[in-house]
């Protein structure tokens, strides 16, 4: 990157804002979708991993019917076995009341609950409509959080479009937001259920988020179905959002509600979107030699290369080929 790329505003913008937090969903999404039935130790080694390398925030286990997840699949047992580490947050995701509850008696710190903007896609994925969603189950689950010193995010999916109606109106995706967070979510994530989004549509919608002056964390889950999603996360950053949901290696099941498509990979690959933005000299606070051993080892547990791009892109041993200028160049300071 070159300075005279960079204007003076974005500049002082990068200075002030020159950290993300990248949260990590692959223990709860990716290695459930791998179709093998992993042991809890795999799981907790796994978990482990992310924990000491930097990670600040990791999605663990979900919660769900055990008829909806893998053979042997025991969130409690998962969660359990954590060495929990300062100043990282666990997460665990609950489809109900029931699960909700499950949650809180184990030690994770915060509780994730979905829902969708579409009607359709919430029939889907929930089982209910979503005036059924906001009017009974969510209260429920905010209720039994209110007495614990857990957290509640929320994940709104076909934030930017579904595969049933098409796209949503930026003004129906404020409104829900604002009442999620009169409800008491802590943190949303706006999820590109099935990769309907670009870079005009992502700072239109989230501009219009900011300007509510809601008293939230606001991120952002885009998936890859149409190759935009990199794309998408600059555009969000720009944009003024600073978490960022991403799987290692890009692992993911399909997303719930979702028709099956012949891609397996929806997420954003962690470990580019970690160089990218460190390229950018906005900091991660992740260690990249124990990402990539986190990379390894979850293709391992696969049993086959994942499609994240920085494992074989081998980034360390080219740059020590570098010239000194051309190390420059890139690491500029920004």
Same mark, same amino acid.
């Given at each position: ?6 204007? /003076?505003?974005? =500049? ?7 950290? &993300? ?5 692959? !223990?709860?999404? %990716? @290695? ?111 209720? /039994?959080?209110? =007495? ?7 994940? &709104? ?5 579904? !595969?049933?109606? %098409? @796209? ?114 906005? =900091? ?51």
């Amino acid at each position: 990157m070159h300075s005279w790329l960079i204007s /003076a505003e974005d =500049k002082t913008k990068l200075k002030k804002n020159e950290h &993300v937090t990248i949260v990590e969903i692959s !223990p709860r999404d %990716g @290695l459930p979708a791998l179709g093998k039935s992993l042991s809890t130790e795999d799981h907790v080694l796994f978990i482990n991993k992310l924990s000491k390398a930097g990670f600040k925030k990791i999605e663990c286990a979900s919660f769900l019917h055990p008829r909806l997840l893998p053979a042997k699949y025991d969130a409690e047992k998962i969660v359990e076995g954590i060495n929990k580490e300062p100043g990282v947050t666990y997460v665990g995701v609950v489809p109900n009341e029931i699960g909700c509850r499950r949650a809180l008696v184990t030690q994770v710190d915060e509780i994730l609950m979905l829902v969708a903007a579409s009607d359709a896609f919430n029939k889907v994925t929930m089982g209910r409509t979503l005036k059924e969603t906001l009017n009974k189950t969510l209260p429920a689950i905010f209720d /039994a959080t209110a =007495k614990s010193a857990k957290t509640v995010r929320i994940y &709104v999916l076909t934030a930017f479009g579904c !595969p049933y109606v %098409g @796209l949503i109106s930026p003004d129906e995706i404020t409104q829900l937001v604002l009442r999620l967070s009169y409800m008491g979510a802590k943190e949303i994530s706006l999820v590109d259920s099935t990769g309907m989004a670009d870079p005009r549509m992502v700072k239109t919608l989230i501009k219009a988020i900011f300007d509510l002056k809601l008293n939230i964390k606001l991120a952002v889950h885009f998936h890859n179905t149409r190759g935009t999603a990199i794309a998408n996360c600059v555009a969000a950053y720009e944009a003024g959002v600073r978490i960022f949901d991403t799987s290692l290696g890009g692992m993911s099941g399909t997303p719930y509600g979702s028709m099956e498509l012949d891609l397996g990979y929806w997420n954003v690959p962690t470990e580019d979107l970690v160089y990218l933005f460190e390229q950018m000299g906005i =900091k991660t606070g992740i260690d990249k030699n124990l990402l990539l051993d986190c990379v390894a080892t979850a293709e391992n547990f696969a049993g086959f290369p994942l499609p994240g791009h920085l494992l074989r892109a081998n980034t360390s041993k080219s740059e020590e080929k570098m010239p000194q200028e051309m190390k420059s160049a890139i690491h500029l300071d920004m």
